[in-house]
């Protein structure tokens, strides 16, 4: 828990290792994310690096790994195992040039095969469309259109004016064309030859296949025509219809038959080399596919070893690498192992070295999590990224998160649902993981699965309490009212009533409700389900819940900024901007807490004496709302609810109007005029208290640095001493190093300038005032949701339980309550538990992001990202389930 409450420490460190065992050290490295390198070369571009080359050679075999990963998925070839095995042991060199050769014959392969496949299916084509086009012209001539086409040219011939001395033979093209171009393809055609050809088409009934593989649906076409010019027109519109035409056609019918037999002999053994071709190159891709998430890791784990690389230097005779990294200061040991390791295993003669530096730069963030916490530092990091050792929201999210979803989504059966959903993730976790899921909504869900088990734990906790189960009360403790009504009365009522079967009873809680039981054991009492004013009554507990819990985690979140300003010994935080801010929560919220719980345990419905005041009833029960009104504009309200010097007159007191604004205690008004002041006095004390001690610090330096001093100055050695007040030394050199720090506090300004100072605080105090009545507010969203969702539910079960099945009787009855309880769960699981369930994550979101953290969390930081072969191998696999789908 000491990783999530705070950052992990972190240390600046400069490694020195051997040029020819700074791969095996930096491919040691990879097997655990403990070590951030920080790139030492910023003005050298990436073309310019030292294993540019390298890398290229890595990214041209990753493209023909990519190249083979989609004819693998062309063919539906399922590529087995997975890129992160957990494996992280890397190729010796020259098992990587084989694996280089073998990747480029695999490429070169695999398009000869593509090539040829393409061509064998382009002449199959050819042959299917040479065949469709014989058969439909043997068609055309039994039927007798060469007849219809010699008589129709005669008839041309003898309207014409000038008659031929000599007629040109008719003659024909056949073709084929698509179905759909067929229309336009004849209109062209006749107004081109100026009605002179002769055209009949007839569709083919096969569906063929295009150049990109699409069916297309053809028709065989031909064309009667005299002359060459005529031949020249049809050919010249078949170009740009890309009709196809078969000019070498026979012209008797046995020359065609004698065609078509043969055209369907090469057919088959065309279709017998195309199998023979593509089952060959399935074996190869089975093969490749086999092996794929091998090779690829090994690419991207080598490639990834010399990106890092190019991240560092090298020495002046160019022998040594050297690198400086980020590492957390409990996994340095293990990283001087691995360091240690690697060099070994390269066969090094010089030791590594691994020093520990001082830097004034803010070390990255690192929080440790596991794969429970991980989702909710998800949900923290979403908003920023902690500063460093700032003091980390996640696990006070583990708790907060699911319990202000469950104040929304409180009901028992749907906590039920949400609850078995991520009970049946989280105990299926190993088996789905294994199956290696691609679906984006069931990755998002199941990622969330920890957290979706405990808002449906919650939920179902708040349920209870709600005593709501889709929409329905359960009577486990019995009820504290009882019927004082007699039998009798009750029937008369019935009788005198307008239907003479219901009417509406009114149980006074004087004597309705047993009030020597006290509160009810657990939750509302189920009496409240069929009440008429149950909206009434769950609005007001509610509301008030709701207030006081906002109040509640808002004063948490700034109790919690007290220890971030005691971890970074920021005193005048503590003093300028805790404390006064604690104080105004309290004088005003933590009080108006108070009233709403003083309220519900005192005041109820008969004459009591409460805080030493005679209560006379309900009426008079003081209204918290207008009290907090009167309480800022400090209003003269008498004390009590009664005038008690004037007794009682027909066992009645004398109330004073308006009772409910009256003085419910001794001393109210003294106690909240105190309060309010208090509260005014801390916003001038937030707003100018730390500008204030920041003038004074820097107004206590300058006197410091006043009065005679001496210089002495050292030409030669090109530094300089100063004596301040004849006592203190400065020494001071031009070349020295960058200041040492350990890195900056959440609440330390360090050299910030006192304009800087000034604004800061003022934004941070307007937002600070204001934001804790709004954010009070805020919090509302726990009523109205949890309120929506109860009307909700309830309108869903009486508009399709109760209205379709369960008002029939008989068989007919049973039947339809059957089937619409399977219409009413999917509405159930579809609008109450997904819907409604998103709806009150993203308030809950809202409500620790906006009124939580900004009490406390600044998230000013930058994450810690290690390098590691485990992110690269799931960066890797998340871009081939890209790729695939």
């Known amino acids: 828990m000491g990783s999530l409450t705070r950052s992990e420490e972190m240390r600046y460190c400069q490694m020195i290792v051997e040029k020819d065992a700074a791969f095996n050290i930096v491919a040691e490295l990879g097997k655990k994310p403990y070590v951030q390198f920080k790139d030492l070369n910023p003005d050298v571009n990436s073309f310019q690096r030292m294993f540019v080359r390298d890398i290229r050679r890595y990214d041209e075999l990753e493209r023909k790994l990519r190249f083979l990963e989609s004819q693998i998925v062309k063919d539906n070839i399922p590529i087995v195992g997975k890129i992160d095995d957990g494996d992280y042991k890397v190729l010796p060199n020259s098992e990587l040039n084989q694996l280089e050769a073998t990747l480029t014959d695999l490429e070169r392969d695999v398009k000869n095969m593509n090539d040829s496949d393409a061509q064998l299916k382009a002449n199959f084509m050819d042959l299917k469309e040479w065949d469709a086009v014989l058969d439909k012209t043997d068609e055309f001539f039994q039927g007798g259109v060469d007849d219809l086409a010699q008589e129709e040219f005669d008839v041309q011939e003898e309207g014409e004016i000038v008659a031929k001395v000599d007629k040109a033979p008719v003659n024909?093209?056949?073709?084929?064309?698509?179905?759909?171009?067929?229309?336009?393809?004849?209109?062209?055609?006749?107004?081109?030859?100026?009605?002179?050809?002769?055209?009949?088409?007839?569709?083919?009934?096969?569906?063929?296949?295009?150049?990109?593989?699409?069916?297309?649906?053809?028709?065989?076409?031909?064309?009667?025509?005299?002359?060459?010019?005529?031949?020249?027109?049809?050919?010249?519109?078949?170009?740009?219809?890309?009709?196809?035409?078969?000019?070498?056609?026979?012209?008797?019918?046995?020359?065609?038959?004698?065609?078509?037999?043969?055209?369907?002999?090469?057919?088959?053994?065309?279709?017998?080399?195309?199998?023979?071709?593509?089952?060959?190159?399935?074996?190869?891709?089975?093969?490749?596919?086999?092996?794929?998430?091998?090779?690829?890791?090994?690419?991207?784990?080598?490639?990834?070893?010399?990106?890092?690389?190019?991240?560092?230097?090298?020495?002046?005779?160019?022998?040594?690498?050297?690198?400086?990294?980020?590492?957390?200061?409990?996994?340095?040991?293990?990283?001087?192992?691995?360091?240690?390791?690697?060099?070994?295993?390269?066969?090094?003669?010089?030791?590594?070295?691994?020093?520990?530096?001082?830097?004034?730069?803010?070390?990255?963030?690192?929080?440790?999590?596991?794969?429970?916490?991980?989702?909710?530092?998800?949900?923290?990091?979403?908003?920023?990224?902690?500063?460093?050792?700032?003091?980390?929201?996640?696990?006070?999210?583990?708790?907060?998160?699911?319990?202000?979803?469950?104040?929304?989504?409180?009901?028992?059966?749907?906590?039920?649902?949400?609850?078995?959903?991520?009970?049946?993730?989280?105990?299926?976790?190993?088996?789905?993981?294994?199956?290696?899921?691609?679906?984006?909504?069931?990755?998002?869900?199941?990622?969330?699965?920890?957290?979706?088990?405990?808002?449906?734990?919650?939920?179902?906790?708040?349920?209870?309490?709600?005593?709501?189960?889709?929409?329905?009360?359960?009577?486990?403790?019995?009820?504290?009212w009882k019927n004082p009504y007699s039998h009798d009365s009750i029937a008369t009522w019935l009788n005198q009533s307008t239907h003479g079967k219901e009417m509406l009873l009114e149980l006074p809680p004087e004597i309705a409700y047993q009030h020597s039981m006290g509160p009810y054991p657990f939750g509302v009492d189920p009496i409240w389900n069929i009440a008429d004013n149950k909206l009434n009554f769950l609005n007001s507990m509610k509301m008030k819940l709701s207030v006081i819990i906002g109040i509640t985690q808002m004063t948490f979140g700034v109790i919690l900024s007290f220890f971030n300003h005691r971890f970074f010994k920021s005193n005048i935080d503590i003093y300028t901007v805790f404390i006064p801010q604690i104080l105004f929560m309290a004088c005003i919220f933590m009080y108006l807490c108070l009233q709403i719980i003083l309220k519900w345990i005192f005041f109820w419905t008969v004459e009591d004496t409460i805080f030493g005041l005679t209560y006379p009833g309900s009426h008079c029960a003081p209204s918290l709302l207008i009290g907090l009104i009167n309480m800022f504009m400090m209003k003269d309200r008498a004390v009590g609810f009664v005038d008690e010097s004037a007794g009682k007159v027909n066992g009645m007191w004398k109330e004073v109007d308006t009772c409910y604004l009256s003085q419910w205690y001794p001393g109210q008004s003294i106690v909240e005029m105190v309060l309010v002041v208090v509260a005014v006095l801390c916003i001038p004390i937030m707003l100018a208290g730390k500008p204030l001690h920041h003038w004074l610090q820097e107004r206590k330096k300058k006197k410091e640095l006043h009065g005679n001093h001496t210089v002495r100055a050292n030409v030669v050695a090109d530094n300089s001493e100063i004596v301040l007040n004849g006592g203190a030394k400065k020494s001071e050199n031009h070349e020295s190093a960058a200041p040492a720090s350990g890195g900056s506090g959440g609440g330390h300004h360090g050299e910030e300038a006192l304009g800087d100072v000034i604004v800061h605080q003022a934004i941070h105090t307007i937002e600070y005032v204001l934001g804790c009545v709004s954010h009070t507010a805020s919090y509302l969203r726990l009523w109205a949701l949890s309120l929506a969702h109860a009307q909700l539910s309830e309108v869903l079960w009486h508009m399709v339980f109760v209205s379709g099945g369960l008002s029939m009787n008989g068989t007919v009855g049973f039947i339809a309550t059957f089937v619409v309880f399977f219409f009413f769960f999917f509405l159930t699981v579809s609008i109450l538990v997904l819907m409604e369930g998103l709806s009150a994550f993203l308030h809950a979101l809202r409500l620790h992001w906006v009124e939580f953290q900004s009490k406390f969390y600044l998230g000013l930081g930058y994450a810690f990202v290690p390098f590691s072969f485990k992110e690269a191998l799931s960066q890797a696999e998340a871009s081939s389930q890209a790729a695939s789908s």
């Open 172 to 480: 024909y093209l056949v073709g084929i064309i698509r179905r759909e171009q067929l229309n336009g393809f004849e209109r062209v055609l006749w107004r081109a030859c100026h009605h002179t050809a002769y055209l009949r088409s007839a569709d083919v009934a096969e569906p063929l296949e295009d150049a990109n593989g699409e069916k297309v649906h053809k028709a065989a076409f031909i064309v009667f025509l005299k002359g060459d010019r005529m031949r020249t027109i049809v050919e010249k519109v078949c170009d740009g219809f890309k009709a196809r035409l078969f000019k070498n056609c026979p012209k008797t019918f046995k020359e065609r038959q004698s065609a078509r037999n043969d055209v369907r002999a090469r057919i088959q053994d065309l279709q017998t080399v195309i199998g023979q071709t593509r089952e060959h190159r399935y074996r190869v891709l089975q093969a490749a596919a086999n092996n794929h998430n091998q090779w690829l890791k090994q690419v991207r784990m080598q490639k990834t070893v010399y990106h890092h690389l190019n991240l560092f230097t090298f020495d002046g005779i160019g022998r040594f690498f050297v690198a400086e990294c980020w590492i957390p200061l409990k996994h340095i040991d293990d990283v001087r192992r691995a360091i240690e390791t690697g060099a070994e295993r390269s066969g090094a003669s010089v030791k590594p070295v691994l020093n520990i530096l001082e830097t004034s730069v803010e070390p990255p963030t690192y929080n440790e999590t596991n794969k429970f916490t991980a989702v909710f530092q998800g949900i923290v990091d979403s908003y920023g990224i902690a500063t460093y050792r700032e003091l980390n929201p996640a696990p006070y999210t583990i708790i907060s998160f699911p319990f202000l979803f469950s104040c929304m989504f409180g009901d028992l059966g749907h906590g039920v649902v949400m609850f078995m959903s991520g009970l049946w993730m989280v105990l299926r976790e190993k088996a789905l993981i294994a199956r290696n899921i691609k679906d984006e909504i069931f990755g998002m869900f199941f990622g969330g699965r920890y957290i979706i088990l405990l808002m449906g734990l919650f939920s179902i906790h708040a349920g209870i309490i709600y005593n709501d189960m889709f929409a329905k009360s359960f009577n486990i403790f019995g009820s504290s």
